[in-house]
């Protein structure tokens, strides 16, 4: 030291700028909620208000993002689609064409509908699925008809009997594989409750309770279940979630599943109101590859809660489908 009194002179700033650096590293890693045992917390209700589509529009190619002016004229553009849709009725509209499909759409009109793009590191994503780079699901041209859901639309059988429904159908599941997967129409909505051991997932749609074992192993001999059966691990300040053992009767369109299906997530924390949400699906069966997606969730604000969606016995929908296919078989049979 006493043959370099440069150095000296800059150990006191080099000493003041490694103190002004904890400073703010402390800081940062307050800036997120935690538990007691210094996990982050994720407990409390989410949101994913967006449009962003699961896939990509096959016209934008491997686009990954809008600039600012583009996502301003999206969010414009669906303003203008709820206006329109809150206008009142032409009363002298004509009846549906005969054989058309009539839908819920008057009840969607009450839905919450997302305007706005889903927004990742900076950029205004043009679709959730980031891999592949095209943001496009690699389902097998072979396989389109293999999964579950496919094969009873083919089959002669379809409404044969509630056995051969599709389980949303028949109330036996409502939605999606797994609570956070939602897609665009769906509700957008999710309680996340949390301990040392365990991690709960409670949708909106679909009102399914999903219990997440921590650092927990898969059984053995394990039997396939609504939902799957989910354990996670942590990786620093990110749950990494494994999901397997799906029934194959939960293919859920457009994510079509077999009983191969599989599904890794990660639930990170980037801000006190903020999880990035990232899910990697794969299953041979229907996919060239393992495909994955983001979705950006914000607290909801106090105040703002979770509402039950029903689906029971009193389903009268699925009673009359059954009964309008044995009309259509006498029809057939005269």
């Not at 301003?72 to 499909?101: F, K």
């Not at 009450?110 to 699901?137: C, H, K, M, W």
Request: proline share 7%; glycine share 6%; charged share 25%.
């Amino acid at each position: 030291m006493m043959g370099r009194p440069e150095l000296t002179k800059k150990i006191p700033s080099l000493l003041c700028f490694l103190s002004i650096l904890l400073c703010y590293s402390k800081t940062f890693a307050q800036e997120i909620p935690r538990t007691p045992d210094g996990r982050p917390d994720f407990q409390g209700n989410w949101n994913n208000l967006h449009q962003t589509p699961l896939q990509r529009p096959a016209s934008l190619g491997d686009k990954q993002s809008y600039t600012a002016e583009e996502a301003d004229a999206l969010v414009n553009q669906a303003e203008q689609g709820i206006t329109e849709r809150a206008s009142p009725l032409n009363p002298d509209r004509l009846p549906p064409v005969a054989g058309s499909r009539v839908t819920n759409q008057a009840d969607d009109d009450f839905d919450e509908f997302p305007i706005g793009i889903a927004r990742i590191n900076g950029e205004y994503r043009t679709s959730l699925v980031i891999d592949p780079q095209n943001g496009r699901i690699p389902l097998r041209e072979e396989s389109k008809r293999q999964d579950f859901f496919s094969t009873l639309l083919a089959s002669g059988r379809y409404l044969d009997g509630p056995e051969f429904g599709w389980a949303a159908e028949r109330c036996l599941i409502a939605g999606p594989q797994l609570s956070l997967m939602f897609q665009r129409g769906l509700s957008p909505y999710a309680q996340i409750v949390q301990t040392r051991n365990y991690l709960m997932i409670l949708g909106e749609y679909p009102y399914d309770a999903r219990i997440i074992r921590i650092d927990s192993e898969h059984p053995v001999n394990g039997f396939p279940k609504w939902m799957g059966d989910s354990i996670a691990h942590w990786e620093g300040d990110t749950l990494v979630i494994h999901t397997n053992k799906f029934r194959a009767e939960h293919s859920y369109p457009p994510i079509l599943s077999t009983d191969l299906f599989e599904v890794e997530e990660r639930l990170s924390l980037t801000a006190n109101d903020k999880i990035l949400y990232q899910y990697t699906v794969t299953d041979p069966n229907l996919y060239t590859q393992a495909f994955t997606a983001e979705v950006p969730f914000t607290r909801m604000e106090a105040g703002r809660v979770l509402y039950e969606y029903a689906c029971h016995e009193g389903n009268y929908s699925w009673a009359n489908s059954l009964r309008g296919a044995r009309m259509e078989e006498r029809n057939t049979e005269n």
